[in-house]
């Protein structure tokens, strides 16, 4: 069964929220390296500090980042779980459509055969 992006559960569509934007995209991949403060984040993006902490509240709501603060640093580091969801749905998306591609690979060669059995009968 196939459901429309209506149906689709709230935490999956702050999912992709979160990655739609490049800003976002390069905080996760740099998280992937390991944990960072949200200053290193920060510093190759061409904006204020209030401006890119928009994009680490909206990571986090998502379920992509924690942070956590000791003292006045706030520390960032992926959350699996959320990283996890956008993944199984992709992987099940995936499965979908390989399996129609599937199907029509098996009517092109039957039609193939259909059409090289016809020549030969000509």
């Known amino acids: 069964m196939i459901q429309s992006a209506t ?6 569509s702050n999912i992709f929220l979160a990655l739609a934007d ?17 200053s290193e ?8 500090l ?13 379920g992509m980042i924690r942070t956590r603060k000791a003292g006045r640093t706030r520390t960032c580091v992926i959350d699996g779980p959320g990283l996890s969801s956008a993944e199984q749905w992709l ?3 995936r499965k979908i459509w390989e399996a129609q591609t599937d199907r029509l690979e098996a009517f092109v060669l ?3 055969e259909e059409g ?5 009968g000509a």
Do not use: C, Y
């Open 110 to 112: 039957s039609e193939q």
């Open 7 to 12: 149906q689709q559960p709230d935490e999956l």
């Open 22 to 38: 490049p800003t976002r995209r390069a905080v996760i991949a740099r998280l992937g390296q390991g944990p960072a403060s949200v």
């Open 50 to 62: 209030p401006s890119f902490m928009k994009h680490i509240r909206l990571l986090e709501t998502s």
């Open 116 to 120: 090289a059995v016809s020549d030969r």
């Open 91 to 93: 992987a099940g998306q």
């Open 41 to 48: 984040l920060a510093r190759p993006f061409d904006m204020g």
